[in-house]
């Protein structure tokens, strides 16, 4: 069986950055890749991502150049950003 999976940007962060729950979404994205999913992320996925990451740096939370390194990982992970008729009914 093929799984498709849509990633936000709120649980893609959790993979690099120590919140709540970012155990379960490291948990999460391992299951994801020993199932071979394919990973999608809406067209937004990465001007959400740089807001917070903008954020956290403006706040003294993280440094640019660890923000920069987040941002890098992030456009270099197995996902792929698309628009798909019908995305949105499909997501909600």
Not at 49 to 62: F, M
Not at 84 to 89: A, C, I, K
Request: with cysteine; aromatic share 10%.
């Amino acid at each position: 069986m093929s799984w498709t999976v849509c990633v936000d940007s709120s649980l893609a962060l959790k993979l690099f950055l120590p919140e709540a729950d970012s155990q379960r979404a490291q948990s999460l994205w391992e299951r994801w890749m020993e199932m071979d999913a394919q990973i999608v992320a809406p067209p937004l996925f990465l001007f959400e991502v740089t807001s917070v990451l903008c954020r956290r740096v403006t706040r003294d939370l993280l440094t640019l150049e660890e923000a920069q390194q987040i941002l890098s990982l992030l456009q270099g992970e197995p996902w792929r950003f698309a628009y798909l008729p019908g995305l949105h009914e499909r997501a909600l």
